[in-house]
């Protein structure tokens, strides 16, 4: 087996008196799309900024490529990007303008081929001159993912990513993230309220609840552990619980 290329170890975040990541472990391996789903306030934000040194944990360790996140953070950020539907873009620029922005971050070597490469890919190449603050939600959406791809990722870390997208767009997205996946062996970690999109797209189901890890598994396999017929009958199950055995 594949070497993980994340590997997250007992990691746990408090805040003030609240526990909100509770001893979380899991591994992500090369080309593996791995859902990381739950109720609204099972921590599936705070590890994601976690994983992008956002935050710090208050316990736990983090390895990406093998090095520890702390000491390696720089190195390891330069192979890693995100995008999420919650994040704002610089309003004033264009779209040509933002991406030009980070593709001088991460370095991108001949820069202006791979904005015009990125900008085909999520078909967004007739809004490249139009300031952001004129963009729909479901154009900044592809904007951000336009930057995910900018610097040829291993690690993509993807926070609703389709949630403003029309059901065309988002369908063809992910089929285009699953075609990338297979093509570059790229890993994502992937979170999402849609159920039915966790299903078509995980290869591998991570289900938080009051920030544990309750079920691991193929999206059949978490569906089975809970009885259900379906991840939305899961997901509702747990979410009305009061308490669930772990």
Known sequence: MLAPVVEVLHLTKIFGSTKVVDNVSFSIFPGEIVGLLGP???????????LLGLTSPTSGEIRIFGLNFERHRSEILQKVNFSSSYVSLPYSLTVRESLRIFAWLYGVKQREKKIDEVLTLFEIQEIASEPVRTLSSGQITRVNL???FINDPQILFLDEPTASLDPDIADKTRTLLKKIKQEKKISILYTSHNMRE????????LFLYQGRIIASGTPEQVVARFQGEDLEEVFLKIAREKQVSL
Request: charged share 25%; proline share 0%; hydrophobic share 40%.
């Open 146 to 148: 336009a930057k995910a």
């Open 40 to 50: 609204n306030g099972a921590g599936k934000t705070t590890i994601l900024h976690i």
């Open 198 to 205: 966790m299903e078509q797209i995980s290869d591998r189901i």
